[in-house]
């Protein structure tokens, strides 16, 4: 079983760059046909897909945060990170890191982390 635990700031300053690490056991990350989502919830708000990273290491990222998101990977360490610059109190929400396992069709998350954009 996909087990995924993110890590990273509770609060970050307007204007700095959040870092976000999400650290995987259970499975590789350069298994076949897995993908590490990112996907956060501000409050009072609906599921916002971020961007993700493949088995293959291709990235997407959602257009409205292209120009200041990447996702990236340590395969070395298992662990995948999303990096958010200029943040603003806009993105605080509850950030979560995720597995699309295809075999399976099963969708596995991590419990989440709150991340608060404050001065």
């Known amino acids: 079983q996909v087990q995924l635990q993110e890590s990273g700031p509770g609060l970050v300053k307007p204007s700095q760059t959040l870092s976000l690490t999400c650290t995987v056991s259970?499975?590789?990350?350069?298994?076949?046909?897995?993908?590490w989502i990112w996907i956060r919830q501000p409050p009072r708000k609906g599921l916002e897909w971020m961007g993700a990273i493949a088995y293959f290491g291709s990235t997407s990222v959602s257009p409205s945060l292209k120009s200041r998101t990447s996702i990236s990977w340590d395969t070395s360490k298992n662990r995948f990170t999303l990096q958010l610059n200029s943040v603003t109190p806009e993105d605080t929400a509850v950030y979560y890191c995720t597995s699309w396992v295809d075999a399976t069709k099963f969708w596995y998350w991590g419990q989440g982390t709150q991340v608060t954009v404050s001065s």
């Open positions: 259970g499975a590789s990350i350069t298994t076949n046909y897995y993908y």
